[in-house]
């Protein structure tokens, strides 16, 4: 497997600081598995909030997710969902600073018009383009347009995503014609104008929670998002990932994900928290999990987002006062050595607001711009 540099990011994490960015609310129902949760629509207009909120309280980045076939259910979570790259390029000409990281699965797209669009999308943002590769997991979504490979497997669908990033890295690097021979990815003096603006090329993340999407990231990326049942799960696997990133001779960061209940106190955070949990919606929550190869078993066995989910939180959840929640937030970095978070909310554009005032100027203070 052909390993990659480990390029220069102008990131807080570059230097010893932490990079903070928000998951994009690109779907409805965001991340809270709930009737009794705000109400996140997914639309462009409360993207395009949430986007420019985000950059004017100073975050690193802004990411969304590729998604086409949400989990239905009482509160149909996830069935509306906008393009990840159409949106974020949007974005990217309405903003000045804040990172674009945008996701391609690759089973749905051609390396090289991705290396492309990214490419574009370079331009359109002046060098702030940043590629989330993932390999794609839900067979429904697949399925349904005729896409789904019934003999790759989990792990042979990241032998091809590794291929596929290959191309397209070697699209975004190399001067002239690009042939590349693989078991999945063919390139028949292949072109590809015009490269980033970034040199000598965007970042790349990833999120595989398995091994093989460890390895994958190792090989591939330059950051992972991790994930864990708690704080000594996560770091296991984040010192894991960095070690093994290491002796591969690259430096692979670790982010993880947490959604924010900032209360003015903890106690109102809490009762926040028992509203949400009162709504759990059980009938997504299955359809989740049976979109997730769980109940279906193409995975097997559940990972720590589908059991957490059974809480109605589709990822880690932080909730308290400021104080609390910048508390929670150092001792998680700490505790687990990650070089950075990207934040959910209920509500983002009462969560961010709350966030600048007096949580994200802690966080600065503690770990640097
Ligand atoms: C932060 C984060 C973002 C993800 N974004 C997407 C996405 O946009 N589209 C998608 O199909 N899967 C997405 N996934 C799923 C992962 O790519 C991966 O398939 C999943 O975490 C299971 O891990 P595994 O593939 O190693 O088994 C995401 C996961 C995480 C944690």
Same mark, same amino acid.
């Given at each position: 497997?052909?390993?990659?540099?480990?390029?220069?990011?102008? @990131?807080?994490? /570059?230097?010893? $600081?932490? %990079? =903070?960015?928000?998951? #994009?609310?690109?779907?409805? &129902?965001?991340?809270?598995?709930?009737?009794?949760?705000?109400?996140?629509?997914?639309?462009?207009?409360?993207?395009?909030?949430?986007? @420019?909120?985000? /950059?004017?309280? $100073?975050? %690193? =980045?802004?990411?969304? #997710?590729?998604?086409?076939? &949400?989990?239905?259910?009482?509160?149909?979570?996830?069935?509306?969902?906008?393009?990840?790259?159409?949106?974020?390029?949007?974005?990217?000409?309405?903003?000045?600073?804040?990172?674009?990281?945008?996701?391609?699965?690759?089973?749905?797209?051609?390396?090289?018009?991705?290396?492309?669009?990214?490419?574009?999308?370079?331009?359109?943002?002046?060098?702030?383009?940043?590629?989330?590769?993932?390999?794609?997991?839900?067979?429904?979504?697949?399925?349904?347009?005729?896409?789904?490979?019934?003999?790759?497997?989990?792990?042979?669908?990241?032998?091809?995503?590794?291929?596929?990033?290959?191309?397209?890295?070697?699209?975004?690097?190399?001067?002239?014609?690009?042939?590349?021979?693989?078991?999945?990815?063919?390139?028949?003096?292949?072109?590809?104008?015009?490269?980033?603006?970034?040199?000598?090329?965007?970042?790349?993340?990833?999120?595989?929670?398995?091994?093989?999407?460890?390895?994958?990231?190792?090989?591939?990326?330059?950051?992972?998002?991790?994930?864990?049942?708690?704080?000594?799960?996560?770091?296991?696997?984040?010192?894991?990932?960095?070690?093994?990133?290491?002796?591969?001779?690259?430096?692979?960061?670790?982010?993880?994900?947490?959604?924010?209940?900032?209360?003015?106190?903890?106690?109102?955070?809490?009762?926040?928290?028992?509203?949400?949990?009162?709504?759990?919606?059980?009938?997504?929550?299955?359809?989740?999990?049976?979109?997730?190869?769980?109940?279906?078993?193409?995975?097997?066995?559940?990972?720590?987002?589908?059991?957490?989910?059974?809480?109605?939180?589709?990822?880690?959840?932080?909730?308290?006062?400021?104080?609390?929640?910048?508390?929670?937030?150092?001792?998680?970095?700490?505790?687990?050595?990650?070089?950075?978070?990207?934040?959910?909310?209920?509500?983002?554009?009462?969560?961010?607001?709350?966030?600048?005032?007096?949580?994200?100027?802690?966080?600065?203070?503690?770990?640097?711009?």
């Amino acid at each position: 497997m052909p390993t990659i540099s480990s390029p220069v990011f102008d @990131l807080p994490s /570059e230097s010893g $600081g932490k %990079d =903070f960015g928000i998951f #994009m609310p690109i779907a409805n &129902g965001g991340w809270i598995l709930s009737t009794t949760a705000p109400k996140i629509d997914g639309s462009y207009e409360y993207n395009r909030r949430a986007a @420019l909120l985000a /950059e004017e309280i $100073g975050l %690193d =980045f802004i990411m969304s #997710m590729a998604k086409f076939r &949400g989990y239905g259910g009482v509160n149909h979570q996830w069935d509306v969902a906008l393009d990840s790259t159409v949106l974020m390029s949007a974005l990217a000409a309405q903003t000045k600073r804040v990172k674009i990281w945008t996701t391609f699965q690759t089973l749905l797209h051609n390396p090289a018009v991705v290396a492309k669009m990214i490419a574009t999308l370079d331009q359109v943002s002046n060098g702030r383009a940043g590629l989330n590769v993932v390999p794609g997991a839900f067979r429904d979504e697949f399925a349904q347009m005729g896409v789904w490979p019934e003999t790759l497997g989990h792990d042979a669908r990241y032998d091809y995503a590794g291929e596929w990033m290959e191309a397209v890295r070697r699209l975004w690097e190399e001067d002239g014609e690009v042939t590349l021979d693989g078991k999945y990815v063919k390139l028949d003096h292949c072109i590809s104008e015009p490269k980033p603006l970034q040199k000598p090329r965007p970042f790349i993340v990833a999120a595989g929670q398995s091994e093989k999407g460890m390895d994958f990231a190792i090989h591939n990326t330059d950051a992972l998002f991790i994930g864990g049942r708690d704080d000594a799960e996560m770091r296991t696997i984040s010192r894991r990932a960095k070690e093994k990133a290491k002796a591969a001779g690259r430096r692979l960061r670790t982010y993880a994900m947490a959604i924010i209940v900032q209360g003015e106190t903890d106690a109102e955070a809490e009762a926040m928290m028992d509203v949400f949990r009162d709504g759990f919606d059980a009938e997504g929550f299955r359809n989740m999990l049976r979109a997730y190869g769980v109940i279906d078993a193409e995975i097997g066995k559940e990972n720590a987002m589908t059991a957490r989910a059974r809480t109605g939180f589709m990822a880690p959840h932080i909730a308290g006062s400021a104080e609390t929640i910048v508390k929670r937030i150092e001792q998680a970095i700490d505790d687990t050595d990650l070089d950075g978070l990207m934040l959910i909310f209920p509500d983002y554009e009462a969560g961010l607001k709350k966030l600048a005032q007096n949580v994200l100027p802690a966080l600065r203070a503690r770990y640097g711009a």
